[in-house]
C-alpha cells in the first residue's frame, strides 16, 4: 500500500528518503580508517559469500576494495565527474565524440522544463541510478515535473560514495546535467565498456536493454564472445554483431585510458557514430561477482597495483 502510494507521489518518496539519508550520512562521516574498512568487508561478504582478507588480494574484485579506499589519484575524481571528464575527453580525443550538453544546474529547482528540449537526458555527476530519460517532454505533468526535480536534489545531497566506499565519489562538486537524447535503432542504447589494464583495452562488454531486460555479453578484441559473465547479467539470445568501426573504438578506449592501471571507458556507437560514455574505476564497486571465479583471479592478474596496506 505504502511502496505503491510512493510509487506514484515522487516528491513524497524522495523526501522521506532525503530525511533517511541524513541519519545514515552522519553515521560513515563518523567512521574511522578501520570502521571503514570493516563496513567496506561486510558489504563484500554479504555479495560474493566469504570474508575479505585485505592482506591478501588477488581477484579483480578483491583489488576493487583497495581501489576504492587508498587510491587517492585526483584524476580518478576528474574523470569519474560527468560533467568534468568532457574536458578531458575533449582534450584527449577531440569534442566531436561528446554527447552535446544542453545545461548544468547545481539545484534542479532552476531548471526550466519549458526551455528544454522535447528529447533529453537528466542526471547528476557523481552518482550512478540517477538517470531520468525524457522522451516526451510535452506529455509530463506539472505533478511528474516535481517529482523529477526532487528525484535530483535527493541524488545531489546523498553523498554517493557512501554507499558502496567508492570514496573518490563523495570529493566532486555535485551538479545535475542536461544532455540531447541519442536516437538509437534498438529499445535501448547499446552500451560498449571497455576493460582497460595499464592503458591496454582487453575485453568489451555490451549491455543491451539496460532499462528492461539487461543483458550483458563479454567479448575479447576478437570479438570471441567470452565464457566468465556478472552473475546477475545473461547473455543475449541472439549473438550480438561486432561494430564496424570496432578498432576506432578500442583506439580511442587505448587513448582515454593511457594514465591508469585499470578503468573502465564507455562508448555507444550508433551507425556508426561514436560517443563517450563515462569512464568507471570501480567497476560495481566490485560486488557483482564475476563468474566462475577463475576469471575474476584472471582480471587480478591484469591488474598490476601494491595491495599493501
Known sequence: MIRSLLSKNLVLKYKIKKFQRKSFIRKM???NLYELMEYDADLFEKRHGYRLDWNNLSTYSEKMQWAKIFDKDPRKVLCTDKFEVRKWVSKKIGEDYLIPLIGTWDNAKNIDFNLLPNKCVLK?????GDVIIIKNKNKLTNKEIRGYKEKLNYYLEMKFGFNTCEMHYNKIKPKIIAERFIESPHDDLQDYKFLCFDGKPYFCWVDVG??????RN???????????????YGTTDKPIKKPEN????????????????????DFYNVDGKIYFGEMTFTNSSGFERIEPQEADLMLGNLWNIDTNI
Open 29 to 31: 562521516k563518523k567512521k
Open 218 to 232: 563479454v567479448y575479447d578484441l576478437d570479438w570471441k564472445l567470452q565464457n566468465w559473465h556478472q552473475f546477475n
Open 246 to 265: 570496432f578498432e576506432k573504438m578500442v583506439k580511442l578506449a587505448e587513448i582515454l585510458a593511457s594514465d591508469f592501471k585499470h578503468v573502465r571507458v
Open 124 to 128: 547528476k555527476n557523481c552518482s550512478s
Open 210 to 215: 539496460r532499462y528492461h531486460d539487461h543483458k
